[in-house]
């Protein structure tokens, strides 16, 4: 189930109120109406003309919200033309604002019906022609009338209508127009149940005209803040949202949760934007699971996550930054970035659980921005575990611009380390101006010896003189079953130092003069009986 969180302005079952260029009729013939059982025709033609209505239910303030209109209208002209505007009336001042034409439908609906929407407080960005009074005046805090404006590409032809109008919206822009919620574990909800929901009420919001793919034209949220369950689980769809005209940050997607138990699943999907970058907030802590596998996110703004997520061969095309926090990500890919600072972003959070990202470049700007915060201690620490760096600028080269890591703490002093591993590259990079602290890119390599009898001792040493007393790593008693796992940089010669107190590695309890390889690997030993050990 899906709940439409908007005011409704005027559903066009009536024509008080309704004045403009023509008289307004009402139609209920099946076709003619997508809201309710009724919408209102009218003639326009081909000069600009309008529609509009008074009875919107008093005075709106839209100066920081979004309108729909529904429209059904297959004469207009182009949109740089007018062929398709949102009128706001102050009761003075009436303005149509165009929002769509023969070549920008907006979103299209069954029943040959259009979706028109406008952002008023990004109106200043858009083309307008005003019908009555002056566009400077008009009063976007005090409307009290909307409607449809057009110009057609040919004249009416005798007294036929040729439009239909039918139901308005409107929310603030820092508001979820749409949330999709309920389902259960054995019936969740999917992209199919939210387009269904539009078509049964007429909202305008969402369409599904094409297979499994589907449009959508409003801010949402997936979840429940009350007590109640939400399941949504999809696959192999493509959304594209259609964010144009929007002000940037005015168009967010969100998960919520209070007491009761949700859960989002999503696989083998596309979310496509167009126009503004649209902001995603998966930070609700509440939230139960959040499960996305191979979904590819294309010109996306930022996404923003806390401790509840989990990720795995997701694609970001040329997103802005992503901030994944504590969550667990496996085979991320970053194609290029809006952000010139980073494709994804660091601050205090480990990375432990976030391994095998490949960042590839577009040309410009860096693939991560390390920014811990001033909190932060003398030194934060990062493991890259497996993260590729395609087509970033060497350490040696200018502009500094397009290395692969840009380093920018808030405390200039702080000291950045990261621990390579996995096989991964170790990044160039860059550090912001009065940066004053270290950076230490440790490309350790990880070894794993196995089939060590239990309670052995295991010590690894650099061969680096004759006495080599400095210890890489070591473990007093492996345990049981047996291995251990150390890491060290590739190429570095070490003597490999495994004792217990029963058995004997030959000749003489040391693997020495071992290379550490240029990939992770495993071997195992073979420890013999100690025939000189006696435990009376």
């Keep these: ?16 109120g309704w004045t403009g260029d023509d008289t307004a009729t009402v139609t209920t ?23 509009y209505t008074t009875s919107i239910g008093g005075t709106r303030d839209l100066s920081a919200a ?13 949109k740089a033309a007018g062929g398709g505007q949102v009128v706001l009336h102050d009761g003075t001042d009436r303005v149509g604002f165009y929002s769509n034409g023969n070549d920008s439908p907006g979103l299209s609906l069954p029943s040959y019906y259009n979706c028109l929407k406008l952002d008023v407080s990004n109106r200043a960005a858009l083309s307008s022609n005003v019908y009555a009074g002056v566009l400077g005046n008009l009063t976007v805090s005090a409307i009290t009338g ?32 749409l ?10 909800e999917t992209w199919a149940d939210v387009s269904g929901d539009d078509v049964t009420n007429g909202w305008g919001m969402v369409a599904n005209l094409q297979g499994s793919k589907f449009d959508i034209n409003a801010s949402w949220q997936w979840g429940d803040v009350a007590n109640a369950d939400s399941y949504f689980v999809d696959s192999n769809f493509q959304v594209y949202i259609d964010a144009r005209d929007m ?34 907030d998966f930070t609700d802590p509440d939230f139960n699971t959040i499960s ?8 996306s703004g930022t996404h923003t996550w806390a401790s509840v997520g989990s990720l795995a061969s997701v694609i970001y095309n040329n997103c802005a930054q992503i901030f994944f926090d504590l969550i667990t990500v496996n085979g991320a890919i970053f194609n290029g970035s809006s952000d010139a600072n980073g494709a994804l972003l660091l601050t205090n959070s480990p990375t432990d659980s976030q391994d095998n990202l490949t960042f590839n ?11 811990p915060a001033s909190s932060s201690p003398d030194e934060v620490v990062y493991e890259f575990f497996g993260w590729k760096f395609n087509g970033y600028g060497s350490q040696s080269s200018s502009p500094e611009s397009t290395r692969a890591l840009f380093i920018n703490p808030t405390d200039l002093t702080t000291n950045i380390t990261i621990n390579i591993a996995g096989g991964g590259d170790t990044p160039s990079y860059r550090t912001v101006a009065g940066y004053t602290g270290t950076v230490t890119l440790n490309n350790n390599i990880s070894v794993t010896i196995t089939n060590i009898q239990p309670g052995s001792e295991v010590r690894v040493y650099p061969v680096e003189s004759p006495i080599n007393t400095t210890e890489i790593a070591g473990i007093e008693n492996t345990g049981s079953p047996s291995e251990f796992t150390f890491s060290a940089a590739a190429g570095l010669v070490v003597d490999i130092v495994v004792f217990n107190i029963a058995y004997v590695l030959p000749p003489d309890n040391r693997i020495r003069n071992f290379v550490i390889p240029n990939s992770d690997s495993s071997f195992p030993i073979s420890q013999i009986i100690d025939r000189n050990f006696s435990n009376p």
């Excluded at 529904?70 to 182009?78: C, F």
């Design 179 to 188: 949330t999709i919620n309920a389902g259960t574990v054995g019936t969740p």
């Design 1 to 16: 189930m899906s709940v439409d969180n908007r005011t409704l302005l005027n559903d066009a079952s009536a024509i008080t």
């Design 29 to 51: 013939n099946a076709g003619d109406f997508y809201e309710g059982s009724g919408a209102l025709s009218t003639q326009l033609s081909n000069a600009l003309e309008h529609m």
């Design 247 to 280: 002000g940037a940050g005015n168009f967010i997607v969100r998960t919520i949760a209070g007491s009761g138990t949700n859960v989002l699943t999503l696989s083998s999907g596309l979310f496509q934007n167009l126009g503004t970058p649209v902001n995603w």
């Design 361 to 371: 470049s577009d040309g410009t700007g860096h693939a991560v921005e390390i920014a």
């Design 66 to 78: 979004s309108v729909w209109s529904l429209v059904k209208d297959n004469l207009q002209r182009i």
């Design 146 to 177: 909307v409607g449809y404006g057009t110009i057609h590409a040919s004249k009416a032809v005798g007294a036929v209508d040729n439009v239909w109008i039918d139901a308005s919206y409107f929310i603030l822009n820092t508001s979820y127009a």
């Design 292 to 299: 996305f596998t191979a979904i590819t996110w294309t010109d």
